[in-house]
């Protein structure tokens, strides 16, 4: 009588729900691990932009909003993505006065989460939008606290 060797379908089939169930556990720690990177880049390139306005501000005495939409030569200085390409990019950056305030006084970068321009299936549902303003105040989505370090 000859042995054969090898795994059972049985076998085979626990091996795969143990797979299963560490992969179930994993993607959830994985999932926020990525969105926490991407919500750190965002606020590095909300950062570098606010230097950009400042720089910009030092030379015209007023900061300038600015969007994906922007068409005007000044305005296309200021990337509205992060990233290599705007398809990859977690969030859409732009610009605008803040609240009740002048633009030559205070400007508000903001940084929204997966926009139709940049991977609209990115979200992030703890911080939602990030600010940052001229005068140093930053928030996201309505909170001050939490999603900035």
């Not at 880049?41 to 909300?46: D, F, H, I, R």
């Not at 992030?124 to 001050?144: F, M, N, Q, V």
């Amino acid at each position: 009588m000859r042995r054969c060797e090898g795994f059972t379908l049985v076998e085979t089939m626990v091996v795969m729900v143990i797979m299963a169930v560490l992969g179930a556990l994993a993607y959830p720690s994985y999932a926020g691990y990525m969105v926490r990177t991407h919500r750190v880049e965002a606020q590095v390139a909300l950062l570098e932009t606010m230097q950009d306005q400042e720089r910009y501000y030092s030379l015209h005495n007023a900061y300038l909003p600015f969007s994906a939409d922007s068409s005007g030569e000044d305005e296309k200085r200021f990337r509205w993505w992060l990233g290599s390409t705007p398809q990859r990019s977690a969030y859409e950056l732009s610009a605008q006065p803040c609240d009740n305030q002048p633009l030559q006084s205070c400007i508000q970068v903001r940084a929204v989460p997966g926009t139709s321009r940049v991977d609209a299936r990115f979200r992030d549902p703890d911080c939602e939008t990030l600010t940052l303003t001229s005068t140093g105040e930053h928030g996201a989505g309505g909170r001050t606290k939490g999603c900035w370090p």
